[in-house]
């Protein structure tokens, strides 16, 4: 990844950092000059994945299951104790969930997509912003997806999970306008990730066939907008949405 961004002195917690979207982004961060604590529920993935980041920078693996409040308020305690402050926070775990008719659609399931894309970003959200309030400087990104825009059909419990994730993301960045802080979310389309297994054949097929430039987006092309968006530069943008989606939305 030749792209890099100033983000020397930063400390960045990046949510599942142990694979996919978000550990490119811990990599560009790094490259970048920030330090890096990768919060992810896997442990095993995320250890390995600090390890191999090592190399570039300060790279720690903090465990959270960030559907669970008391596991985000430990996983920054330790973050804080790690790396001494937080100027960053990308939100970027998530689960796809299976795909299926609404009415076909398992409550259970339905409830854990919903719990650990919004209701756990709201947890990171609630637990890191007054961390970066009293720097009077931060970032924060939450990755949703075009499908919070659009809606997937067979996919409802992720996309209104991601719906959620924006408006929570216009919400808290006017709150937040005059502090310093600055609330962004990005929204990618399709991207062959481990995120693949959870969906069907034919729902990647049906992302795929929505994309004007005929292709997946890529790790680095996602990772490289996060980390514009985290940069100085970008200042006066708030309450955003930023996609990465080959064509597909436009609005
Ligand atoms: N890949 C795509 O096609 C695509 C498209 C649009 C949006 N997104 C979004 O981008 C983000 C990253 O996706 P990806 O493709 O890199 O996925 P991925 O499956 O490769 O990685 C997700 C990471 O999140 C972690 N995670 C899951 N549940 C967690 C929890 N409860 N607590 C902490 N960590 C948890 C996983 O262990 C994993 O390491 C997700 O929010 C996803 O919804 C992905």
Request: proline share 2%; glycine share 10%; hydrophobic share 45%.
């Amino acid at each position: 990844m030749a792209t890099q961004f100033d983000l020397n002195g930063r400390n960045a917690i990046v949510t599942g950092g142990a694979r996919g979207i978000g550990r490119a982004t811990a990599e560009l961060f790094l490259k970048s000059g920030a330090a890096v604590a990768i919060w992810d529920v896997d442990t095993k993935a995320g250890e390995a994945a600090a390890d191999a980041l090592s190399r570039l920078g300060r790279a720690i693996f903090v465990h959270v299951d960030q559907a669970n409040l008391g596991s985000v308020e430990t996983a920054a305690e330790q973050t804080l104790s790690m790396l001494g402050g937080v100027d960053i926070l990308v939100n970027n775990a998530g689960i796809a969930g299976s795909n299926a008719p609404l009415t076909h659609y398992d409550p259970c399931e339905w409830s854990r997509i919903v719990q650990v894309n919004l209701v756990g970003l709201y947890y990171c959200c609630r637990v890191v912003v007054p961390l970066l309030t009293s720097n009077g400087w931060g970032r924060i990104v939450n990755v949703a997806s075009v499908a919070g825009k659009e809606g997937n059909p067979t996919a409802s419990a992720y996309s209104a999970s991601k719906a959620g994730a924006i408006a929570l993301t216009k919400s808290l960045g006017k709150e937040l306008a005059t502090t310093g802080v600055t609330v962004n979310c990005l929204t990618p389309t399709a991207v062959r990730t481990d995120i693949f297994a959870q969906m069907s054949e034919e729902h990647i097929a049906y992302m795929l066939s929505k994309i004007p430039m005929g292709r997946f987006g890529t790790v680095e092309e996602n990772a490289a907008m996060i980390a514009w968006i985290c940069s100085e530069e970008a200042s006066f943008t708030t309450a955003g949405v930023f996609d990465t989606s080959g064509g597909r939305s436009t609005y």
